[in-house]
């Protein structure tokens, strides 16, 4: 329902192909890659697929439930003997347990095991949907180069932009409904889409001049009734018509992150925390000191206990053992990589006001949620 995600989009993959799908958030970029996977039908169009070729997709937020261990899920419809066989390698060179519980996997970790379970059944075309999230560095450089060798067709939908730029050689952009295809990789989509949009913008002047010269040429009271009048009313009303359907460049995200009111100097305090998970020992004796106006990254390869650390400095996640001391007048804000916390079945409006009303407090300022979203490109 509502206006169209995009109208007469296109893409077409051959073998070998390294495609990046680029676009704004919420141009449509999962749903066309969901499309050419077969996941969802089209409103209108049709797709097309070799019937001898093998198309696997790796979705933005890969579903483990129902599948009891690492093993379990990665070798979930594939053939029985070759599939399975290289199912097991690719646990191995992704580095994981076979026997792990899927539910204990980190981001990291879940996201690996999709990723071995979409390369296992060797593929013709491979749709992947974000395929860096979450991963450490050691593990983007292992999915690049076995990306780079492999013989399948490849579309990619990725934040990363190294990624994009060292892998794809063709680039395919959803902007405003409309796709549109460059015969060069993502390194060089910024300087094209930008020349797009500046010759968009040259013909938008020239409508507005063109139609300005016929709107003086009708106030002068030119009668209509000569056939050369007729056509000249008929091409200002279709130029009218034009510009009224002309799509609107998009805006940038506006948005500033305001200062919590004044608490203490030291703000999180942590003394030989440790925990554990069954027998596995993910942080131990950890010690630090964060103080206001601090800026630390927190790095580590997957599974090493990042987010379980976050969780206790937050105090979301009680220490095994050890203490952590929060300062006073603190206000913790934290963003979960899997964003728990939305509901998706709910309006982006409600989710910012926790459904009390229309209104939001922004900053010590209130502001219409609709006003407010915005600022952050959301147009409904």
């Known amino acids: 329902g509502g206006t169209p995600l995009f109208e007469g989009a296109s893409l077409s993959v ?47 937020a890969p579903d483990l439930s129902g599948f009891a261990t690492v093993h379990d899920y990665v070798i979930a419809g594939l053939d029985e003997m070759s599939g399975t066989h290289e199912a097991d390698r690719l646990i191995m060179e992704v580095g994981l347990d076979p026997a792990a519980s899927t539910t204990r996997l980190s981001g990291g970790e879940a996201r690996r095991a999709a990723i071995a379970k979409t390369l296992a059944s060797d593929p013709d075309v491979l749709l992947l949907d974000e395929p860096t999230n979450h991963l450490d560095l050691p593990a983007i450089a292992w999915l690049e180069e076995r990306i780079a060798g492999l013989r399948a067709g490849v579309v990619i939908i990725s934040h990363d932009r190294r990624f994009l730029e060292n892998l794809t050689r063709e680039t395919v952009w959803i902007d405003r409904g409309v796709s549109r295809r460059l015969n060069q990789g993502f390194s060089a989509f910024e300087e094209w889409r930008d020349r797009v949009l500046e010759e968009e913008e040259t013909q938008r002047h020239k409508l507005d001049r063109k139609i300005a010269m016929e709107e003086d040429w009708v106030r002068y009271g030119v009668t209509a009734r000569r056939k ?91 220490p095994d053992a050890g203490e952590i001391k929060l300062g006073a007048g603190l206000e913790i804000i934290s963003l979960d990589q899997r964003r728990a916390s939305l509901d998706p079945n709910s309006r982006v409006a409600d989710a910012i006001t926790d459904g009390r009303g229309d209104w939001v407090e922004v900053a010590g300022e209130r502001r219409h949620a609709a006003t407010y979203l915005k600022d952050f490109l959301f147009t409904a």
């Open 228 to 318: 050369r009048n007729v056509r000249r009313m008929r091409e200002l009303a279709d130029m009218r018509k034009e510009r009224r359907e002309a799509k609107r460049q998009p805006g940038s995200v506006n948005f500033s992150v305001s200062a919590a009111g004044q608490s203490g100097k030291r703000v999180i305090v942590a003394e030989k925390i440790s925990k554990s998970f069954g027998e596995r020992m993910l942080i131990k004796d950890f010690s630090i000191e964060i103080a206001r106006g601090d800026r630390i990254g927190l790095v580590g390869p997957n599974g090493a206990g990042k987010t379980t650390l976050l969780k206790m400095l937050t105090g979301e996640l009680a």
């Open 14 to 60: 051959a073998p070998r192909e390294r495609i990046a799908l680029v676009g704004r958030n919420g141009a449509g970029k999962s749903t066309l890659m969901k499309i050419a996977a077969g996941f969802i039908e089209p409103d209108g169009g049709r797709r097309y697929v070799d019937p001898a070729a093998k198309v696997a997709y790796l979705e933005q």
